[in-house]
């Protein structure tokens, strides 16, 4: 009897405790194994914690979260559209995990956003219009994903951006002059994407930028001479394009350092000569077929009016990368390689 009583007793003793150490329903959330109070939990720090799965849904019903940094985690799944119950948040942060699927609308809900940095993972489908209500937003960082289709316009409506990443993605379409918009920017990265038409002389208007990347896309046409009233400018990639015509010569105005690939680079692209004085040996391969008739001094491919190790460097470029013209043709024998080379080191060498 005494035995059978203690049995009792344990086993009341254990289904309390495992009440006990579950989470109060209606009070407590439970996330990745941890009991939140939903009234009281303001800040949830999980960066680089292990974390796996899927975010559960369930984490919408912390209304007042005001920070969420689940960065550097293996978290997998999609963004749930519950988060975008989380009005009080200001920061959200899911950036490097293996996130996928599109991002869900009801982003556009959270209206007190300063920094919203989702890039890294392997989001798909088009940024969603929804984005332009964030308007309190500083720090906008999409990159990195697999984002699909045009910037969308409402993108413009983000006045108090001072920074934004879409570089990385497979975005289309053109760059819309409604950038101008965005003033307060200082770093706006467009880099790898498949961006196309020219860039709006409204670029001008961002006189706050230190940082401007647009390589590896599709753009065509002038470079705007407006680049030039971007004074506070210290990088500005334009690398892989098909830029054309001459290149401003305003530009030269910029307190750039030229001569440093980590700062500045455009090689690669359609322009013609003549070329600024401030970059003209650093301009790289360009394929100018379509600017007119060749450097009146033969093997001159920079057209400077001189001969030199740099037209051999650029021939060199031309050659590895398969774009060489008949201007680059120094023997005239219908095509450039090595035997070219040859030629213009010992025209040097004479000299």
Known sequence: MIYKNTIITLMTIFSFMSVGWGC????????WGECYNIEETTSLDLYNNNL????????????????????????????????????????????SNELTGE??????????????????NELTGEI????????????LSLNINELTGEIPLEMSNLTSLTSLYLHGNQLTGEIHPE???LTNLTYLSLYGNE???????????????????????QLTGEIPSEIGNLMNLMKLYLHNNFFEQEIPQNLCELNIDWSNDSYFSIYNNQLCPPYPECIEEFIGYQDNYECGECSFYLGDINDDLTLNVVDIVLVVLCILSGTCNHCSDFNQDGSTDVL?????TNVILDN
Do not use: A
């Open 340 to 344: 070219d080379i040859i030629g213009m």
């Open 195 to 217: 961006l196309m038409g020219m860039v709006p002389p409204e670029i001008g208007d961002l006189t706050n930028l230190t940082y401007f990347l647009l390589s590896n896309n």
């Open 103 to 120: 991002i869900p609308s009801e982003i556009g809900n959270l209206t007190n956003l300063v920094t919203l940095r989702i890039g890294l």
């Open 24 to 31: 109060i329903d209606g009070v407590e959330v439970e996330l």
């Open 179 to 181: 950038i101008g918009n």
């Open 52 to 95: 796996t799965g899927e975010i559960p849904s369930e984490i919408g019903n912390l209304e007042n979260l005001i920070f969420l940094d689940l960065e550097f985690n293996q978290l997998s799944g999609e963004i749930p559209s519950e988060i975008g119950s989380l009005t009080n948040l200001v920061e959200l942060i899911l950036s």
């Open 128 to 139: 969603p219009s929804e984005i332009g209500n964030l308007t309190n937003l500083t720090s």
